[in-house]
């Protein structure tokens, strides 16, 4: 049995994100002491891995929550699960393309700064008036 700070430092997860992820029913409520001290037994190291795996891998909380799910039923198809990463994929595909037009926006803005005075700056006037910029570059999340 872990309690929560050896859980934590044993998966790389700060003990805030632990309750949380039992709050919101990612990880089941631990067993407590008699002195009402979390414990978790080793499972929850393997599930708490996967969840700050998951994460670092951008997948949203819902999607962690769909593979869990599938991990806890072995015997479902893994049809399922490539379907989660395919939406995860198309996701970051999206937000790479939104991030290549504000690369190329912002390279635009710096090349045309003649670098005088801050009244006469480009990369000023461009983030302040947005019909000054070559794209509609959407706000990135």
Do not use: W
Not at 9 to 35: C, D, F, H, M, W
Not at 52 to 75: M, S, V, W
């Amino acid at each position: 049995m872990l309690t929560i700070g050896k859980l934590g430092k044993a998966a790389g997860v700060k003990v805030p994100t632990i309750r949380y992820y039992e709050q919101i029913g990612l990880l089941a409520a631990p067993e407590r002491s008699n002195g009402n001290q979390r414990l978790y037994p080793k499972a929850a190291l393997h599930r708490l891995t996967f969840i700050r795996h998951a994460r670092e891998l951008g997948f949203p909380l819902d999607a962690i929550r769909e593979l869990l799910d599938l991990a806890d039923h072995p015997e479902q198809p893994c049809a399922a699960a490539d379907a989660v990463a395919r939406r995860q994929l198309t996701a970051v595909e999206a937000r790479l393309a939104r991030l290549t037009a504000l690369k190329t926006e912002l390279e635009r803005m710096i090349e045309q700064c003649a670098g005088g005075s801050a009244a006469e700056c480009r990369v000023l006037e461009s983030i302040g008036d947005h019909a000054l910029c070559s794209t509609d570059h959407p706000r990135i999340p």
